[in-house]
């Protein structure tokens, strides 16, 4: 069974810096491109980021609402994928799914995980 | 970025067809994929490409295009379809090398 699974959310004062992790299983991790997306309280979904696989450069590219706070890596000897946050902000507050994302000439986002929730508070 | 809009909320009577689309210079581009989403789940993808559904997706669910809109329709709209439905694409803007979702469209199915 294809599956991600989230995890690494809480809540983290403005300022501060949190690591999401996303277990992969189910299919060849390390040919996929993957990427982040993200929904505040109430609000619809956002794109953050994504990696292209190895084979394919495994470069990255941001939404321009976080791009240079975030980073997002890949171990592909362990099948995850990682989303570092750094200088958060209270708008940064959401849940983060990660994705698998086709990629060829169109973009879609096939695989889902559940998300894990990230609080940005004081 | 790009962006692209929805209508915020559409009703459909039960058994009925309905229609939600997606509007954008992206679109010019490329296709639009489509995200059903149920309160308190994860998106799932519905459509994707010209016209096409993952496996389980049921063929009530349909997908085209036409200039800078694209559309979902769900004919025969069962209970079970009401949820928020997002669309996507590929960003056109810049570098293409991102992407842009639409605002959500929330199904009301009476």
């Known amino acids: 069974e294809v599956q991600l699974v989230e995890s690494g959310g809480g809540l983290v004062k403005p300022g501060g810096s949190l690591r999401l992790s996303c277990a992969a299983s189910?299919?060849?991790?390390?040919?996929?491109?993957m990427s982040w997306v993200r929904q505040a309280p109430g609000k619809g979904l956002e794109w953050v980021g994504r990696?292209?696989?190895?084979?394919?450069?495994?470069?990255?590219d941001y939404a321009a609402p976080v791009k240079g706070r975030f980073t997002i890596s890949r171990d592909d000897s362990k099948n995850t994928l990682y989303l570092q946050m750094n200088s958060l902000k209270t708008e940064d507050t959401a849940v983060y799914y990660c994705?698998?994302?086709?990629?060829?000439?169109?973009?879609?986002?096939?695989?889902w995980g559940k998300g894990t929730t990230v609080t940005v508070s004081s | 970025s790009s962006e692209l809009t929805q209508d915020p909320a559409v009703s459909v009577a039960l058994g009925q067809t309905v229609r939600i689309t997606c509007q954008g210079d992206?679109?010019?581009?490329?296709?639009a994929s489509w995200y059903q989403q149920k309160p308190g789940q994860a998106p799932v993808l519905v459509i994707y490409?010209?016209?096409n559904r993952p496996s389980g997706i049921p063929d009530r669910f349909s997908g085209s295009s036409s200039g800078n809109t694209a559309s979902l329709t769900i004919t025969g709209a069962q209970a079970e379809d009401e949820a928020d439905y997002y669309c996507?694409?590929?960003?056109?803007?810049?570098?293409?090398?991102?992407?842009?979702f639409g605002g959500g469209t929330k199904l009301t199915v009476l």
């Open positions: 994705t698998t994302l086709m990629a060829g000439t169109n973009y879609y986002m096939d695989v």
């Open positions: 189910g299919f060849t991790f390390s040919n996929a491109w």
């Open positions: 990696i292209k696989s190895k084979t394919d450069g495994g470069t990255t």
């Open positions: 992206s679109l010019r581009s490329y296709y």
């Open positions: 490409g010209k016209n």
């Open positions: 996507n694409s590929r960003d056109s803007s810049g570098n293409h090398r991102g992407v842009v």
